[in-house]
């Protein structure tokens, strides 16, 4: 009942009255929305897949809404941080409007309803579906913008953004995976599910010869930081569902540290879809360089999709595999 949850506390008039504009922070999709249309909605996110989601649904979405609004909601995404950052969001921009802050159990709604309680009276909320709605108004919250997270660097020098993969430090299967891509790359290069460019910006300094590097990332805050991180020139930036996107011509080689979560569980079937895509978008005889977590059983899709494949490195925490596709049929 997680998505249903608003409606059902604003059909029952639990939630505070509501009009005019409302901003929509966080993990959010057309079904959460429900019982909230009748407001002029004004949807933030980072999602390529949401933003083409949600428009398809009728949705005013964007990475970045412009001026201030009556009220915000803020469906908690699966980082802290970012949760924090967004809920600081939505207080400076809400004036003197409500803030609905809604979230599963497995989202942390409990432990960041009681950091809010410290600061701020909270109005109401309304528990259903294994997780919680809480409201407070934003002029009583002003504490709590102190939450805002600017962009920052980490050891290595890379800049990262609340929210994004890895935004603390450089993620070591992504650092074992370049440890064992050659060097000397040549042609066209995909970085799928590109994050802030770790493995795009290590590849590039190590194969001159590279002619394209397409980093492919559906976060828009992970992208621009690998704007900053990858300023290469070969460097070629999409802001696309990694799923979907297709080069314009099939590539010598595909970079990737897929994931494997959607929300907070576990969901291998997304790892299959990136190897899937992955083996759509080589030439005959083009190369995937992949790493994965030890336990994930990627093994049976990768033999299905390509015609060699070897594990070349294996922890205890993660394994590496080099797949090549097989040649051209004639």
Request: aromatic share 8%; charged share 20%; hydrophobic share 45%.
């Amino acid at each position: 009942m997680k998505h249903a949850r608003l409606d059902l506390a604003r059909s029952a008039d639990l939630l505070p009255p509501l009009t005019g504009s409302l901003a929509v922070f966080g993990q959010m999709d057309a079904a959460r929305l429900v019982g909230l249309t009748d407001l002029e909605i004004k949807c933030e996110s980072n999602s390529f897949a949401t933003n083409v989601a949600l428009r398809a649904s009728g949705f005013d979405v964007a990475p970045t809404q412009s001026g201030s609004f009556d009220n915000a909601v803020v469906f908690l995404p699966r980082a802290k941080a970012e949760a924090l950052d967004l809920i600081a969001k939505a207080i400076k921009r809400a004036g003197d409007g409500w803030i609905i802050v809604d979230g599963q159990k497995t989202d942390g709604i409990e432990s960041i309803a009681k950091l809010i309680a410290r600061d701020v009276a909270i109005a109401g909320s309304y528990s259903k579906g294994h997780g919680k709605a809480i409201w407070f108004r934003a002029s009583e919250a002003k504490a709590l913008t102190a939450w805002h997270s600017e962009a920052r660097h980490i050891d290595g020098g890379f800049l990262t953004a609340p929210g994004v993969f890895s935004a603390d430090s450089v993620d070591p299967a992504s650092a074992m995976l370049l440890d064992h891509i050659p060097a000397g790359l040549k042609g066209e290069v995909v970085d799928l599910g590109a994050g802030w460019g770790f493995l795009s910006a290590g590849v590039l300094a190590q194969s001159p010869d590279i002619k394209a590097l397409h980093l492919v990332e559906d976060n828009a805050a992970a992208l621009e930081c690998a704007r900053s991180n990858v300023p290469d020139p070969r460097a070629v930036f999409h802001w696309a569902d990694a799923l979907r996107w297709k080069p314009d011509a099939p590539v010598q080689t595909v970079i990737m540290n897929p994931p494997f979560h959607t929300s907070r569980n576990a969901d291998p079937k997304l790892g299959v879809a990136f190897i899937e895509a992955a083996a759509r978008m080589l030439k005959p005889m083009g190369k995937l360089y992949m790493v994965a977590n030890a336990h994930l059983p990627y093994e049976p899709v990768l033999e299905h999709a390509f015609a060699k494949v070897d594990l070349i490195e294996r922890s205890t925490k993660f394994k590496v595999f080099c797949a090549e596709r097989g040649r051209a049929k004639v």
